[in-house]
């Protein structure tokens, strides 16, 4: 542990606390006492200024009455008595309402004070202002006022009396401190003893490895069940050093005999594992293999049905040229009888330019669908990079599927830039929207007359191509959407349904085209497959003629 780490000690945080707390309780009470203390002091002070004032305005009335001013300054002569009297002042009221000073008195050795005429609403109060207690009281006769007293006193009395309380509250503050200091002290030392007695046969047993010590009892409640759970752990550490001693020595003994059965079991383990080597390469060809059917069987189907599909232009072709040389039979003879008509050949010109457009078209309508098939089979069975036109290719890809497209009134729309041009792998992308296709037309569209596909085509950052698919189908529950990529899971078990072509298209996504694929689907509201994986952008403008397949 770091020598900066700073301990916090039992004795000083008992003495802290304990004194601490006192101090508190002492400088609140004391606080307490003494603000008490001042605060009689002071209306004490106060009542005896207002009896002195208010005598001083009784003994006035008789000289303002006679308007004998030397009377009432002789009468003020006696005040010389009091110690803390040092200002006196006779104010008289005179008819106009003004006021003019009528009588004084100043004590031996104080200076007099100017009239305090401005401040008679002032010092209706006592007032503390400088050491001195000042205030105005009325002179009333016959419930009139006719004139002011101000008296001024001392207020060193006061200031002695609050000093002296100060004094004694210090004194008694530290006087209990002391002793709660003493009291702590040996408060402190009553307890930490067994603790630091605990401490050190801790510290020893940690040496020393003895765990048959014992922590004896010393009476304070706490630290003694302290130490009997000490002590009762001390036990069982004991108890359990002498059954770990135990069963070493029988490890010990059981070694000896379990390394030949170590050495027999591993030499068990060692074929096993080469036979489950084995049948785990079997179970790959045999999964690669149910790949290459799954693909193999796609493809019959899609020659199947391109076969189909050719068989109709060519039908129309021949039954056009079959007419074709009917007409011209029938010319043939009309001219070797020398009953040909003029209009007889423009009607066989005719016929025949109409029978030779439909040939014309039927035929080049049967070559595009063998190109496109073509081109569908060799990107099925190749999975080299080529460049392409995206939305040529996603053209080839539904012109093959129309056979199974003719069956359904199912609608899919492809959202993709005719001048996008990629180097990749057509292949894996032919596979992954044909299985995609097929997988909505037969689970998500199931027991739907009208459904819609949306395939969005996009080129990302110039190097990746995000292709975004979507279905208004029944969706896929949340069990089945967590096993969609799983191999040979299917809803259509005992169907016809394999449980690959998910399988086959996650493959294809993240292995044959390095890219990713996730799934979004709630049921009944359609399915949305967002596939993401690198290209290479190409300029058009920059391909050598003949270079796009």
């Known amino acids: 542990m770091s020598s900066d780490v700073k301990y916090l000690s039992i004795k000083s945080l008992i003495i802290w606390v304990v004194v601490a707390i006192t101090s508190a309780?002492?400088?609140?009470?004391?606080?307490?006492?003494?603000?008490?203390?001042?605060?009689?002091?002071?209306?004490?002070?106060?009542?005896?200024?207002?009896?002195?004032?208010?005598?001083?305005?009784?003994?006035?009335?008789?000289?303002?009455?006679e308007d004998d001013n030397q009377a009432e300054q002789q009468s003020l002569t006696v005040l010389s008595v009091s110690d803390v009297i040092e200002n006196v002042h006779i104010y008289k009221i005179l008819e106009d309402d003004s006021?003019?000073?009528?009588?004084?008195?100043?004590?031996?050795g104080i200076a007099p004070v100017k009239a305090k005429y401005t401040q008679v609403k002032e010092l209706t109060k006592p007032r503390f202002a400088g050491g001195v207690v000042e205030i105005i009281r009325p002179i009333i006769f016959d419930k009139e006022i006719i004139g002011y007293t101000y008296l001024r006193t001392t207020a060193e009395q006061l200031e002695s009396l609050i000093t002296k309380s100060i004094l004694i509250s210090v004194c008694v503050s530290i006087v209990c401190l002391l002793f709660c200091f003493i009291f702590t002290v040996r408060l402190q030392r009553s307890i930490t003893?067994?603790?630091?007695?605990?401490?050190?046969?801790?510290?020893?047993?940690?040496?020393?490895?003895d765990y048959s010590s014992r922590?004896?009892?010393?009476?304070?409640?706490?630290?003694?069940?302290?130490?009997?759970?000490?002590?009762?752990?001390?036990?069982?550490?004991?108890?359990?050093?002498?059954?770990?001693t135990k069963a070493e020595t029988e490890q010990v003994r059981l070694n000896a005999s379990l390394e030949e059965k170590v050495q027999q079991r591993t030499q068990a383990l060692k074929e096993a594992n080469n036979e489950l080597i084995q049948t785990l390469e079997k179970l790959h060809q045999f999964q690669r293999q149910i790949v290459q059917n799954e693909k193999m069987a796609s493809l019959g189907d899609m020659v199947a049905g391109v076969a189909h599909e050719v068989n109709t232009?060519?039908?129309l072709g021949v039954t056009a040229s079959t007419m074709m040389l009917d007409r011209?039979?029938?010319?043939?003879?009309?001219?070797?009888?020398?009953?040909?008509?003029?209009?007889?050949?423009?009607?066989?010109?005719m016929e025949g330019e109409e029978n030779l457009n439909i040939i014309y078209r039927n035929l080049n309508r049967a070559a595009e669908l063998i190109s496109s098939?073509?081109?569908?089979?060799?990107?099925?069975?190749?999975?080299?990079?080529?460049?392409?036109?995206?939305?040529k290719l996603m053209d080839e890809i539904l012109i093959s599927m129309r056979p199974k497209l003719k069956k359904v009134q199912h609608k899919i729309h492809v959202h993709c830039d005719a001048a996008l041009y990629v180097e990749s792998k057509a292949g894996p992308i032919n596979q992954i929207i044909i299985n995609l296709v097929m997988n909505s037309i037969i689970h998500g569209f199931e027991n739907v007359e009208c459904g819609e596909i949306n395939i969005s085509i996009e080129l990302i950052d110039n190097c990746k191509i995000r292709m975004i698919f979507t279905d208004n189908g029944k969706g896929i529950s949340e069990d089945m959407r967590q096993r969609i990529f799983d191999p040979f899971v299917t809803t259509k078990r005992g169907q016809g349904g394999s449980g690959l072509?998910?399988?086959?298209?996650?493959?294809?996504?993240t292995q044959a085209l390095n890219g990713s694929i996730s799934l979004t689907s709630e049921e009944e509201e359609g399915v949305k497959f967002d596939i993401l994986f690198p290209v290479i952008k190409v300029d058009v403008d920059k391909i050598p003629s003949g270079s796009i397949v």
């Open 373 to 391: 098939f073509k081109q569908v089979a060799v990107d099925q069975s190749s999975e080299n990079n080529r460049v392409f036109s995206f939305s």
């Open 25 to 65: 309780s002492i400088i609140i009470a004391s606080g307490s006492n003494l603000y008490n203390q001042i605060s009689t002091y002071k209306q004490s002070l106060e009542k005896n200024v207002l009896v002195f004032a208010d005598l001083i305005s009784r003994s006035a009335v008789k000289s303002m009455q």
């Open 215 to 244: 922590a004896e009892l010393n009476g304070i409640k706490e630290l003694d069940i302290l130490c009997e759970a000490f002590n009762g752990m001390l036990q069982r550490t004991q108890d359990h050093l002498d059954r770990q």
């Open 328 to 349: 011209l039979s029938d010319l043939r003879k009309s001219y070797e009888d020398k009953t040909l008509k003029a209009s007889a050949l423009s009607k066989f010109m």
């Open 501 to 509: 072509g998910m399988h086959l298209v996650y493959n294809l996504v």
């Open 99 to 108: 006021i003019e000073f009528f009588a004084s008195y100043n004590k031996q």
């Open 313 to 315: 232009p060519i039908g």
């Open 193 to 209: 003893k067994p603790i630091n007695t605990l401490v050190k046969l801790v510290q020893r047993i940690s040496r020393q490895k």
